[in-house]
């Protein structure tokens, strides 16, 4: 997959950030208007009908929005972008003092009223091990140094 189509292709304006979409309707009158924005923050807007969701960028379809279909289902096979939260520690953070934080956080998870609220909000909420996590760090740091790469942003 060619990442810089994926990321900012679809033929119109894509916006990733926070500016409201009226104002970029205006600003930019011959471009369809899209904005990457996380489910929790337009799920509120969804739910009023001042906005309408295209596509979530997840690999499955979120169940707060569970009739947008996916980018990958709306001809992207592969893609995928997730807002994700994370809890780090300082590199030489004990092993021990790592895992029972790990383990307080996978707890808090299970619980029913926690894991709704979060839900109700449009996040999806999963856990994984510390290892779990570098890893997923790692797949993350590679796709968006390539991705920047790809469009000429330097840091």
Not at 23 to 37: D, N, S, T
Not at 85 to 106: C, I, Y
Not at 129 to 155: D, H, N, T, Y
Request: aromatic residues 8%.
């Amino acid at each position: 997959m060619n990442t810089k189509s994926a990321a900012l292709g679809l033929g119109a304006l894509i916006i990733i950030g926070l500016m409201p979409a009226c104002a970029l309707a205006q600003a930019y009158p011959e471009k369809p208007v899209r904005l990457i924005g996380a489910i929790s923050t337009s799920l509120p807007h969804i739910r009023a009908g001042k906005i309408r969701g295209i596509a979530v960028t997840g690999l499955q379809r979120s169940s707060a929005v569970a009739d947008v279909p996916t980018v990958a289902e709306s001809g992207f096979p592969g893609f995928e972008v997730v807002q994700w939260f994370g809890l780090m520690a300082p590199a030489k953070t004990p092993g021990d003092v790592v895992q029972r934080w790990n383990s307080a956080v996978v707890q808090m998870h299970r619980d029913a009223e926690f894991a709704g609220g979060l839900m109700r909000r449009g996040l999806e909420p999963s856990t994984n091990s510390p290892q779990e996590f570098a890893a997923f760090m790692q797949r993350e740091r590679a796709m968006w140094s390539k991705v920047f790469k790809e469009v000429g942003i330097k840091l």
